[in-house]
C-alpha cells in the first residue's frame, strides 16, 4: 500500500534553532500539504502546493516558517527560529489533484515528525 | 476562525453499544464531509465521507448522517468494539471564489471502548 513518508519521525530543538522536516508524498499525486496539529486539536493547514506551486500559505507565519517543493515532488518544511510555541506534530499529506470547484479531498497522510521545542 | 465545530471532545462507551460523535459547519460552500480516524503516533486516515446530496451514507458498521438545513453532521458507529478506541476528526471541504479547496478539521474526539 502506498504511503506518505515523513521524516523525522520526532526532532526536539532549542528555541532559536533552526528544523527541517521532510515528505515524499505518494506517487503521483499532484497536491501536498502540510498541516500542524498541537496535541489535543485537529490539524491547521500551513500550506498547499499543487505540483510545485504554492497555492493557498496564508495560514503559514512566514516570518519563521517556509516550505517548498521545488520538483512538485517531495517537500520540505522549514522552521528558523524555532520557538516554543511550535512544539506540535507536522503532518504532510498528499492528495491527486483537486478539482478546483468540486470533488472530493481524499488525502492521505504520513504519520507526521513530532517537534519538541525546549 | 473554527468553522467546523465537534463534539464531544471525549466520549466513553462500552462494548457492543453506539458511539456518536457530531459536528457542525458555518461555510455554506461546504460539499464534501470526511471522517479521519487517527490512532496514537499515526496520522489520520480516512474513514467515511458524505457529500450534502444524501443525508446518510453506511459502510459497515460506520455511518454518517447528514441534515444540510442544520449544518449538521455525525458519525454512528455501531457495536463499538475496542479496537475503534482512537482520535476521529470530522472535516468539510469547499471551494470560495479565488481560493483552493482544503479541508478544515474539527478539533476531534477521543472515544474510548471499554471491553
Known amino acids: 500500500e502506498a504511503e506518505v513518508a515523513q521524516s523525522p519521525r520526532y526532532k526536539i530543538t532549542e528555541k532559536s534553532q533552526a528544523v527541517a522536516f521532510w515528505c515524499d508524498p505518494i506517487s503521483g499525486h499532484a497536491t501536498l500539504y502540510w498541516y500542524r496539529q498541537i496535541l489535543g486539536q485537529g490539524p491547521e493547514l500551513l500550506v498547499q502546493f499543487q505540483d510545485e506551486s504554492v497555492v493557498d500559505d496564508s495560514q503559514l507565519p512566514k516570518d519563521r516558517f517556509s516550505a517548498e517543493r521545488l520538483k512538485g515532488v517531495d517537500s520540505t518544511l522549514k522552521i528558523q527560529p524555532a520557538e516554543l510555541g511550535d512544539s506540535a506534530m507536522y503532518l504532510c499529506?498528499?492528495?491527486?489533484?483537486?478539482?478546483?470547484?468540486?470533488?472530493?479531498?481524499?488525502?492521505?497522510f504520513g504519520a507526521g515528525s513530532r517537534l519538541t521545542v525546549l | 476562525q473554527q468553522q467546523v465545530k465537534q463534539s464531544p471532545q471525549s466520549l466513553i462507551v462500552q462494548k457492543g453499544g453506539i458511539s456518536i460523535i457530531n459536528c457542525a459547519y458555518e461555510?455554506?460552500?461546504?460539499?464534501?464531509f470526511p471522517w479521519y480516524q487517527q490512532f496514537p503516533g499515526k496520522g489520520p486516515a480516512l474513514l467515511i465521507a458524505i457529500r450534502p446530496d444524501v443525508s446518510e451514507k453506511k459502510e459497515g458498521r460506520f455511518t454518517i448522517s447528514f441534515n444540510k438545513s442544520a449544518k449538521q453532521f455525525s458519525l454512528h458507529i455501531m457495536d463499538s468494539q475496542p479496537g475503534d478506541s482512537a482520535t476521529y476528526f470530522c472535516?468539510?471541504?469547499?471551494?470560495?471564489?479565488?481560493?483552493?479547496?482544503?479541508?478544515?478539521f474539527g478539533s476531534g474526539t477521543q472515544l474510548t471502548v471499554l471491553p
Open positions: 461555510n455554506t460552500a461546504f460539499d464534501y
Open positions: 472535516a468539510a471541504s469547499g471551494s470560495a471564489a479565488g481560493s483552493a479547496r482544503q479541508l478544515t
Open positions: 499529506a498528499s492528495s491527486l489533484r483537486v478539482p478546483a470547484y468540486s470533488g472530493a479531498n481524499v488525502l492521505t
